[in-house]
């Protein structure tokens, strides 16, 4: 069975970078796949954040875009998000998951990793 | 790309069926195919309950259906049990390549 686990630092400065890696067990990053980034602000609702095909093709929120990278890395079956200048507005949890190509749906998710934006 | 608009809470009794709507724009729901549905229970990840408008994933309930009409989605659940009440969100998938959540629809079996 598929599996994705979020890890990263759970706590941020402002203005600094957040990184998280979801790395991807019980199947191969390289295949027909989207592996994408969504966040959740405490109480608030599912943000889509961008989305990267194993080729390293990426699609990203346009409300991000000018602070957000995605990367993959197929030898480690992982992916990354990079998101630089961040405020306490990014406080949230990130979730990871995966779409197959040609269909809408993320089938698969991680668990969820905490970040929080303080000084 | 805006956040697609659901009502911010639904309810229903046990055994009764409900519908949790999702509305967007022609540069959304209207103009693809690729609207999902995703049911979340309180501190867990978001689960996929409907891809494509109207095809439910390998295990989920028969209970669940979807559909879509020009620029609105619909999410409906029939014969409610006490284990639906969640938070239930609609995506799509956007002109730009982008993908777009909704709101969020709290639903509250009574």
């Given at each position: 069975?598929?599996?994705?686990?979020?890890?990263?630092?759970?706590?941020?400065?402002?203005?600094?970078?957040l990184?998280?890696?979801?790395?991807?067990?019980?199947?191969s990053?390289?295949?027909?796949?989207?592996?994408?980034?969504?966040?959740?602000?405490?109480?608030?609702?599912?943000?889509?954040?961008?989305?990267?095909?194993?080729?390293?093709?990426?699609?990203?929120?346009?409300?991000?875009?000018?602070?957000?990278?995605?990367?993959?890395?197929?030898?480690?079956?992982?992916?990354?998000?990079?998101?630089?200048?961040?405020?306490?507005?990014?406080?949230?949890?990130?979730?990871?998951?995966?779409?197959?190509?040609?269909?809408?749906?993320?089938?698969?998710?991680?668990?969820?990793?905490?970040?929080?934006?303080?000084? | 790309?805006?956040?697609?608009?659901?009502?911010?809470?639904?309810?229903?009794?046990?055994?009764?069926?409900?519908?949790?709507?999702?509305?967007?724009?022609?540069?959304?729901?209207?103009?693809?195919?690729?609207?999902?549905?995703?049911?979340?229970?309180?501190?867990?990840?978001?689960?996929?309950?409907?891809?494509?408008?109207?095809?439910?994933?390998?295990?989920?309930?028969?209970?669940?259906?979807?559909?879509?009409?020009?620029?609105?989605?619909?999410?409906?659940?029939?014969?409610?049990?006490?284990?639906?009440?969640a938070?239930?969100?609609?995506?799509?998938?956007?002109?730009?390549?982008?993908?777009?959540?909704?709101?969020?629809?709290?639903?509250?079996?009574?």
């Amino acid at each position: 069975q598929l599996q994705l686990q979020e890890s990263g630092p759970g706590l941020v400065k402002p203005s600094e970078t957040l990184s998280l890696t979801c790395t991807v067990s019980g199947g191969s990053i390289s295949k027909s796949y989207y592996w994408g980034w969504i966040r959740q602000p405490p109480g608030k609702a599912l943000e889509w954040i961008g989305e990267t095909y194993y080729t390293g093709n990426t699609y990203y929120s346009s409300s991000l875009k000018s602070r957000v990278t995605i990367s993959v890395d197929t030898s480690k079956n992982q992916f990354s998000l990079r998101l630089s200048s961040v405020t306490a507005a990014d406080t949230a949890v990130y979730y990871c998951a995966r779409r197959r190509e040609y269909y809408s749906g993320l089938e698969f998710w991680g668990r969820g990793a905490l970040v929080t934006v303080s000084s | 790309q805006s956040a697609l608009t659901q009502p911010a809470s639904v309810s229903g009794s046990p055994g009764q069926s409900i519908t949790i709507s999702c509305t967007g724009t022609s540069s959304d729901i209207e103009a693809y195919k690729f609207v999902s549905w995703y049911q979340q229970h309180p501190g867990k990840a978001p689960k996929l309950m409907i891809y494509d408008v109207s095809y439910r994933p390998s295990g989920v309930s028969g209970r669940f259906s979807g559909s879509k009409s020009g620029n609105t989605a619909s999410l409906t659940i029939s014969g409610l049990q006490a284990e639906d009440e969640a938070d239930y969100y609609c995506n799509s998938y956007t002109t730009t390549g982008a993908w777009v959540f909704g709101g969020g629809t709290k639903l509250t079996v009574l």
